[in-house]
């Protein structure tokens, strides 16, 4: 028989004496004494233990296997004492010495040593001596007559002064002399407001434009957007907006009527999904999200503040008029790539 402390390490206190125990009494020893402490380090578990000698390696190797144990040790009883865990938080009263006082720096007097004698002390009398016996000693300056004060309450001597300067004018002669003065510049004349420039001025849409648009569409579509940017330059500025607005329409028309009008009347959301779609499609990438339809880079709307998603509204409404029947759906920008948006955005509403 043999005698063993056996002291454990973990991390949590609830059901590890239990644990040990089955552990320890599978193993064939018996317990008879135990410390259970709560430790900063973890759970601090010291046991004493009695068995059989070949069990040692049985119980270090079952030990071992548990994943709640952190560390241990088995070692020989010392006696009825337990030592001191190894796994205790040591407390020292260690209290480091005070820093050695610096070194005198060479040529300098150390602070520490002993204080300077006071400077020597002149008598009242010697010093008032030596400021009477200096050669420099300021010789007071020989009186300046003062100038003599004008009386300022004393009358001007008017008779002095020329008779012109004393006289004043009649209201007779200061008409004249106004009369005879020279009259005030006229006022510079305000320029003309310069006109507005077509860009700002908006204007009716380019029928002519539109129409030759029309003429060359059965031939180049559905490949057609470099003919509507040509078109869009050729026209003045402030026509710009209103003529692509008016080919679009034109151009929706045309594709309904090539398509047929099989199955009317729908309302404005089965003729966007049926007719206005599939229409705008053929021309550029285009998808229908939340009631909305999310166009693809259009090269109509490739420049700053040039935006061209009228012409595609104006197809959207033109493709889905002969669907709606009463013409009560209508579609409106939202945003524009042109203008700083992240793409082109169209809506039909009623």
């Not at 548990?66 to 020989?76: A, D, G, K, Y």
Request: hydrophobic share 45%.
């Amino acid at each position: 028989m043999v005698e063993l402390e056996v002291q454990i390490l973990a991390l949590e206190r609830e059901g590890l004496l239990l644990d040990i125990g089955r552990i320890v009494a599978a193993n064939g020893f018996v317990l008879h004494r135990h410390r259970l402490v709560d430790d900063r380090n973890g759970v601090l578990l010291s046991l004493l233990v009695r068995g059989h000698r070949r069990s040692r390696r049985a119980l270090d190797a079952a030990l071992g296997k548990l994943e709640r144990v952190v560390s241990f040790t088995i070692e020989p009883a010392d006696g009825e004492d337990m030592r001191p865990h190894f796994a205790a938080a040591r407390q020292f009263d260690y209290v480091p010495p005070p820093p050695p006082a610096p070194p005198p720096v060479p040529g300098k007097r150390s602070l520490t040593g002993p204080p300077m004698p006071p400077p020597p002390r002149v008598p009242n009398a010697e010093a008032m001596a030596f400021f009477d016996r200096a050669p420099e000693r300021t010789v007071p300056a020989e009186a300046i007559e003062p100038l003599p004060v004008p009386d300022i309450d004393a009358d001007p001597p008017w008779a002095a002064w020329p008779a012109e300067m004393t006289r004043i004018p009649s209201a007779r002669e200061v008409r004249e002399e106004a009369a005879l003065a020279s009259p005030a510049p006229a006022p510079a004349p305000v320029p003309a407001a310069a006109p507005m420039s077509d860009a700002a001025t908006p204007l009716d849409a380019d029928p002519v434009a539109v129409e030759r648009l029309m003429r060359a569409l059965p031939g180049a579509y559905p490949a057609m957007l470099p003919l509507v940017r040509a078109m869009e330059q050729a026209v003045v500025p402030g026509a710009r907006v209103a003529t692509l607005e008016l080919a679009g329409v034109h151009v929706g028309r045309w594709i309904a009527a090539r398509q047929g009008t099989r199955g009317l009347p729908l309302s404005p959301d089965e003729a966007l999904a049926r007719r206005g779609l599939p229409a705008l499609g053929e021309l550029l990438e285009a998808k229908l999200q939340g009631g909305q339809v999310h166009l693809g880079a259009s090269p109509l709307c490739g420049k700053t503040d040039h935006s061209g998603c009228t012409f595609f509204a104006g197809l959207l409404q033109g493709a889905m008029e002969p669907m709606t029947g009463d013409g009560s759906a209508h579609v409106i920008g939202l945003c524009c790539r042109a203008l700083g948006a992240d793409e082109c955005v169209l809506m039909v509403v009623d």
